[in-house]
Nanobody, 123 residues
Framework: VQLQASGGGLVQAGGSLRLSCAAS????????VGWFRQAPGKERQFVAA????????YYTDYVKGRFTVSGDNAKNTVYLQMNSLKPEDTAVYYC?????????????????WGQGTQVTVSS
């Protein structure tokens, strides 16, 4: 499956952005789709993930309550709605997919990756 991430941009602190991760080549059926981010000089970190089969989701603590991950069957797209953005959310955001139903936060189990999309939050 090929992934295309989009929706990044520049936003002021407190603002919102919605990232999209579109799949081509096949559907997300039977996959878990995750979002990761990498800030300058830091390691890539897990943000959120969704299990396509039942919409179960999981979030890291520092985005819980602010970010929401969802899927659209008709568009074969996963979204990451980001609200109440903070300057520390500034990073390149990546979507990734893995076959199966288990949600993992370790990036090395995700088999397919999209290109990153830059999110910059100004103070």
């Amino acid at each position: 499956v090929q992934l295309q991430a989009s929706g990044g941009g520049l936003v002021q602190a407190g603002g919102s952005l919605r990232l999209s991760c579109a799949a081509s080549g096949r559907t997300f059926s039977g996959y878990v789709v995750g979002w990761f981010r990498q800030a300058p000089g830091k390691e890539r970190q897990f943000v959120a993930a969704i299990r396509w089969s039942d919409d179960s989701s999981y979030y890291t603590d520092y985005v819980k309550g602010r970010f929401t991950v969802s899927g659209d069957n008709a568009k074969n797209t996963v979204y990451l709605q980001m609200n109440s953005l903070k300057p520390e959310d500034t990073a390149v955001y990546y979507c990734a997919a893995k076959r199966g139903t288990a949600i993992y936060i370790r990036e090395n189990v995700y088999e397919f990756w999209g290109q990153g999309t830059q999110v910059t939050v100004s103070s």
